[in-house]
């Protein structure tokens, strides 16, 4: 017989298989009048971004401000913001999958459901830092007319690779785990809808012989997906450190970019799940017990996030390299271009966790809420501070610029935020945002006395 | 019906409400050396696992390991191969296949192979996608909160046998034949 994870420390469960099925499916395909102004306001932004884009496609690139020597501006911090939040999901559904954590169960799905739009809206910043969309074929691995193939060595490539693995192996992680709760789903529903899930249920039975190979495969998901959480930042930094650019050029930045993507992609946990709690009533299955626990991710992370920040101002001055000493000094110096950009990052991402080491800030819900949209910010203006600062103070004096973002390229930036809200407002009324198998394995299974068979 | 029209088999359908009752239905009825049947539970229990495969592992496994190493070779021969194709002398003697900035994408490869692969192997071994399965297996109280053994085939002749077993075993409902179908309720 099983050892059952149901203890009196933890949260309170439903008393049944049922009724953790009700809880769930109840708050599906009802929307309410503050959702649908939500999802309203959701879709308003990301056609807005949708409409700067068509004036960037229109008018060309001209329209955004990145020019010599800051190429990479707006379009690749975001892209690389939306990355790092997409590092939350993986790490809570494989990582702690297979270290049996238990509180992963009831944050995980909505995690999940994270990475896979969050890296959604990533991928579309490399098309839209293009330009000329209609030539985005160029970035397939195929040979030219002359049979010379891309540069596998490049960085840029790794990236292409790393990002489309990933985005491949977290929807089919996503969608495994949704298949059997899919399932309950059509069988409480009726006409069209029950099709649909059936459809999408791919006629999921829960025979013994379904679970059998499912959870073999899906140990074996987890397992893949485990070591992706911590390449694909590895490889994201890597765009970065294996440039020969002062302030980029630096073997810290896997770790530091690993570090700081789990600390972002947590934090917008944190940001996603609240509301969500609160607004359908999900307390048994979303608490203070799980919030805390990803409050406690965020202050380990800053921690080694603050660490790096030192230890590249360490590495700069121990290297004697006046471009890397020049660099360091200049992002942090208050009255420089960008010296505001550092010291918001310092205080958004060390200084606004520190609260969290006290238990009782740990589990207060407007604490935890505000401080996770502060790291928020200060993980995009991480990405700026690096990206911008080093490309904008390069080498050669007479190329210094002060790069500034335009309204489209502010415009798009909201956009994507507006275009990854309303997939996961869809999603949180269409599809469980809880585990409900995996919230029944938490409930002690119904026995009538003494197991005969041994 | 006449003799030689009669049917050879029969659906035999349990319903249990507790674990305990249904691992001592697949028990006594594995002890009688009774086969052909099939539980179906509303979530994944390892009791059930155990019982009924007693440690065997799933072959999944070999698909994941088929898809890892195609995924590596492939990244391997993709990044080599084309890299070979126009062996340009680099400065420095720097290789041409150079080995470890393809370990990136041989990595990623590798996953993605496992990955794919485990899905395929997930999908055939699961008997997915599950529209065709016996009505009989089609009983929505098994995704909510019982759990079941039905029989698509039993023969005829153990019909009797089969059911004492599984209502000795503690079943809350045994059918046979067209009742086995369960007709959804409005839950809507």
């Not at chain 1, 098309?127 to 060595?153: A, D």
Request: with cysteine; glycine share 8%.
């Amino acid at each position: 017989m099983a050892t059952d994870v149901y203890t009196s420390g933890e949260p309170n469960r439903p008393d049944s298989y049922g009724a953790a099925n009700r809880d769930i499916i109840r708050v599906l395909l009802k929307p309410s009048v503050a959702y649908l102004a939500l999802l309203a306001t959701s879709i308003s932004v990301m056609l807005f971004g949708g409409w700067c884009w068509y004036m960037q496609i229109r008018w060309g690139m001209g329209v955004a401000n990145i020019t010599h020597p800051t190429m990479w501006g707006v379009y690749i911090v975001t892209f690389v913001f939306w990355v790092g939040i997409g590092h939350a999901g993986t790490l809570i559904s494989a990582i702690l999958f297979l270290v049996r954590s238990r509180w992963r169960t009831g944050v995980y799905r909505a995690s999940e459901a994270m990475t896979v739009f969050a890296v959604m809206t990533a991928l579309l910043f490399p098309v839209l830092h293009l330009g000329r969309v209609w030539q985005n074929y160029w970035f397939f691995p195929y040979p030219n007319q002359r049979q010379l193939w891309m540069n596998f060595k490049s960085p840029l490539m790794w990236d292409v690779f790393a990002i489309s693995t990933y985005f491949t192996v977290s929807a089919i992680f996503f969608y495994v785990g949704l298949v059997p709760d899919i399932a309950i789903f059509r069988d409480h529903s009726k006409g069209l809808v029950r099709r649909i899930y059936g459809l999408l249920s791919l006629g999921w039975r829960g025979t013994h012989r379904q679970w059998h190979h499912y959870m073999a495969a899906y140990g074996f998901f987890a397992a893949l997906a485990a070591p992706l959480v911590l390449s694909v930042h590895s490889v994201v930094s890597w765009d970065f450190a294996m440039a020969n650019t002062a302030g980029w050029h630096s073997t810290i930045f896997p770790p530091y970019f690993v570090a700081g993507a789990i600390l972002s992609g947590c934090a917008m946990v944190i940001s996603l799940l609240m509301p969500m709690t609160y607004a359908f009533n999900w307390h048994k299955y979303v608490n203070t017990w799980h919030f805390e626990n990803l409050a406690k991710m965020c202050v380990l992370t800053s921690a080694i996030l603050s660490y790096a920040y030192g230890m590249e101002y360490f590495v700069g001055w121990y290297s004697q390299n006046p471009y890397e000493q020049a660099i360091f000094f200049w992002r942090a110096d208050p009255s420089a271009d960008y010296g505001w950009a550092f010291y918001l990052m310092v205080f958004c991402n060390c200084l606004a966790p520190l609260p969290w080491y006290i238990t009782k800030v740990r589990r207060n819900p407007w604490a935890l809420f505000i401080i996770a949209a502060i790291i928020n910010v200060g993980m995009w203006m991480e990405r700026f501070n690096i990206i911008v600062s080093s490309l904008a103070h390069n080498f050669d004096p007479a190329t210094w610029w002060f790069y500034w973002p335009s309204w489209v390229e502010w415009g798009i930036l909201a956009g994507s935020a507006g275009w990854f809200c309303t997939w996961f407002l869809l999603f949180c009324k269409t599809l469980p945002a809880v585990a409900i198998t995996e919230i029944k394995e938490m409930i002690p299974p119904p026995v009538k006395g003494s197991l005969e068979a041994k | 019906m006449s003799a030689a029209t009669a049917p050879s088999s029969i659906r035999i359908k349990a319903i249990y409400e507790h674990l305990d009752c249904l691992l001592t239905g697949i028990d006594r009825l594995k002890k009688a050396g009774i086969t052909g049947w099939t539980v179906m539970a509303p979530l994944p229990r390892h009791e059930i696992e155990e019982i009924i495969y007693e440690g065997q592992p799933s072959p999944v496994r070999w698909w994941t390991l088929t898809g890892a190493v195609t995924g590596l070779t492939t990244g391997l021969l993709l990044t080599s191969l084309t890299a070979s194709q126009w062996p340009m002398i680099l400065p420095g003697g720097k290789p041409v296949v150079a080995l470890v900035p393809y370990a990136v994408v041989m990595f990623e490869c590798t996953i993605l192979g496992g990955a794919l692969f485990t899905t395929l192997g997930a999908i055939v071994h699961c008997g997915l996608p599950g529209f065709f399965l016996d009505r009989a297996i089609q009983d929505p109280r098994v995704t909510d909160s019982s759990f079941g053994i039905v029989f698509t085939g039993a023969p005829v002749a153990d019909q009797q046998r089969i059911t004492e077993i599984l209502t000795g075993a503690g079943a809350v409902e045994v059918t046979t034949g067209a009742d086995t179908i369960y007709e959804v309720p409005n839950h809507a």
